[in-house]
């Protein structure tokens, strides 16, 4: 596993928060290596810091102590506008509750990072158009998320997610609030998606089938690494 | 920054579109806003232009040639009038007048009183001067004088001095250290409403003050009507250029207090307006913050996949922009078509504010009608304030926009 590159690393990491005049430490003291070509699985109780993990690696949180890098770039000093600008060109999100632009269509929601690469309109829709019509969206890049089911706006979450070609796919719960054959179906097709590309992904859920479907399986008991499986 | 500016550019119009609701609301707003500084510009601007006219008109003209640093009290002639009067008359859309000017005692049978003699040509000035269309009892002067020369005096001179039509009065005036009079025989009594004209002016034929100036060609001011008043000051240039030995002045300059009058009120129009565009600011400012908070999940996302605080702040800006050009464009066409219509068909402020049928500025009454009218470059000046105030408002909402925390706003309902 150390022969192959190491995408994200958390460092003793702590993220404390302060409830009232009570402090809740979410993460405590974690490390944590995820590799190219990872399809890893943070899986744990509800509470057990997976999210936050995940906010961590994705640079939308930083720790309270500790350090992230992501591919090996120490996040701790990065400005505000490096962090997106490294969200945008290296990391992929999927968040729980489809997040999507809700004035934007699937084709526009899809194609949204890459505007903000600047990547040449015939570029931007070749991509867009594949990997819709990949995630299996075909006949619907014009529908407005309202138009479309959860699953069908979680698929568009994951185009949206691939487009820019990102080095790492981070999802949180994504099949939380789908139904059993939809979320076997995504993660069905996020599994192919790292087959055939090589992208990694970072996933947390307490869903069974992602957890089986995972290549590695993470397991986080009160902020800590409890178990760690590569299978 | 050309690339995010275009981006931002981008997602604000196609945000603007797809949030019809809000973007017609607060369009609405600022194009009730515009329409209102172009309506309220075109009024007081007509009323200016009225009650200037009605001055100018009725006393030096929107433009006069005169004897450099004339004194009101001993008038000089004006050097080579003929040759003035020549140039002045070839200026396309102007009419002039020649005038002669003589501080006089007017006295009758009921007492006597101080003003100003006018020795006017009676045919030029009953196309340029404002005082023959204002009589309320006989009729102007004659082009040809009788045995009695005629006088046209004011409504509040007759009073004062008890003085009716037919009745006669004289003129006397000090001319070189001498006094000197003519009898005149009242043929017309004006009112202008303005206290000033109507105690302070009385009209004879120009050739009787010259006799009694004892200077038969005398003309002190040749006073120049034209067909628009902010044409006064290119003319100005236009003739003193050709007439450097004379002193020609504006309308402004001729008659100071009128002028500060002008720009006071006009100043104190601007007040209003900052006033106006406040409450345009609030209401942009408002409806650009309840966008942004409605938002709050929709802009976390946006900075969650990478899109910079900076360019998130460049669409919020720019939607209040795009909102704000359009919507002051649109304002500017309506109301500047609405003062264009009224320009032309005359608003009746007793209609419009209920008021009297004609009302006082700067001493001058003027009658209940204007006609408003829109200088270009105010409304120019006035519409791109409103954009201004109008992105002025949007500038903190669009700060917080940025400050959004993605992890939170993701989460947010």
């Known amino acids: ?231 | 920054m050309i690339r995010s500016l275009a981006l931002a550019h981008r997602l604000a119009l196609r945000n603007v579109r797809r949030y019809a609701r809000r973007s017609i609301i607060t369009a609405v707003t600022i194009w009730f806003g515009m329409v209102m500084v172009v309506f309220t510009i075109g009024i007081s601007e007509g009323a200016y232009r009225r009650v200037v006219d009605t001055a100018a008109r009725s006393g030096p003209g929107h433009v006069a040639v005169q004897t450099p640093d004339l004194d009101p009290f001993e008038p000089e002639p004006l050097a080579r009038a003929d040759e003035a009067m020549a140039i002045a008359a070839a200026i396309p859309g102007a009419e002039i007048a020649p005038r002669a000017r003589l501080p006089a005692l007017l006295s009758s049978a009921g007492g006597s009183v101080n003003l100003l003699a006018l020795g006017v040509e009676p045919a030029l000035e009953r196309k340029t001067s404002i005082l023959s269309e204002a009589l309320v009892e006989g009729e102007w002067l004659p082009d040809e004088q009788g045995r009695v020369p005629e006088i046209v005096i004011g409504r509040t001179t007759a009073r004062r001095l008890d003085l009716g039509l037919g009745d006669r009065a004289v003129v006397m005036a000090q001319v070189d250290g001498e006094l000197s009079s003519v009898l005149l025989r009242v043929g017309g009594i004006f009112a202008l409403g303005s206290d000033e004209v109507d105690s302070g002016i009385a009209v004879v034929p120009i050739h009787t003050l010259q006799l009694l100036l004892g200077q038969p060609d005398a003309v002190h001011q040749v006073a120049v009507i034209l067909d628009d008043l902010h044409r006064a000051r290119p003319v100005q240039r236009q003739l003193q250029a050709a007439l450097p030995d004379a002193e020609v002045q504006t309308w402004d300059q001729l008659l100071p207090e009128l002028g500060d009058y002008v720009t006071m009120d006009r100043n104190g129009g601007d007040v209003s307006f900052a006033f106006l565009f406040a409450i345009v600011a609030v209401a942009v400012l408002n409806a650009v913050l309840m966008s942004v908070l409605e938002r709050v999940k929709e802009f976390g996302l946006m900075l969650a996949v990478g899109t910079r605080p900076s360019t998130l702040f460049l669409v919020v800006v720019l939607e209040a922009l795009v909102l704000s050009m359009g919507s002051a464009a649109l304002g500017a066409v309506v109301g500047g078509a609405l003062v264009l219509w009224m320009g032309h068909t005359g608003v009746d402020l007793a209609t419009l504010f209920g008021m009297e049928q004609s009302m006082d500025v700067a001493g001058y009454d003027i009658s209940g009608t204007i006609y408003p009218y829109l200088p270009p470059l105010r409304t120019l000046y006035m519409s791109a304030m409103v954009v201004v105030v109008t992105v002025a408002g949007s500038l903190w909402p669009a700060w917080k926009a940025t400050r959004i925390e993605p992890v939170e706003a993701i989460r947010h309902d």
Not at chain 1, 14 to 29: C, D, I, K, N, S
Not at chain 1, 136 to 143: K, N, P, S, V
Not at chain 1, 154 to 181: G, I, M, W
Not at chain 1, 184 to 190: G, S, V
């Open chain 1, 1 to 231: 596993m150390t022969d192959r590159t190491e995408v994200l690393r958390a460092d003793q990491i702590w993220r404390t928060y302060q409830q009232g005049v009570v402090e809740v430490h979410a993460l405590r003291g974690l490390s944590l290596s995820v590799f190219q070509g990872d399809f890893a699985v943070v899986a744990g109780p509800s509470g057990s810091g997976k999210t936050t993990l995940l906010n961590q690696f994705g640079a939308l949180d930083r720790p309270t102590r500790g350090t992230v890098y992501v591919e090996g770039r120490d996040l701790s000093d990065l400005s505000r506008r490096k962090r997106a600008d490294l969200r945008r060109d290296r990391i992929g999100f999927v968040f729980q509750a489809y997040n999507l632009v809700p004035v934007l269509t699937a084709y526009e929601n899809a194609e949204l990072t890459l505007l903000l690469q600047g990547v040449p309109a015939k570029t931007r829709d070749e991509r867009v158009k594949s990997l819709l019509d990949a995630v299996g969206l075909d006949g619907m890049h014009d529908r407005f998320p309202r138009e479309l089911s959860g699953g069908q706006q979680q698929r568009v979450a994951v185009a949206r997610a691939l487009a820019p070609r990102p080095a790492l796919v981070l999802a949180d719960e994504p099949t939380a609030n789908l139904d059993s054959k939809t979320s076997t179906e995504l993660i069905e097709m996020m599994r192919r998606l790292n087959d055939e590309t090589g992208a990694t992904f970072l996933f947390s859920s307490h869903d069974q089938r992602v957890i089986d479907r995972a290549k590695r399986l993470v397991l986080l008991e009160d902020g800590q690494v409890a178990s760690d499986e590569v299978r």
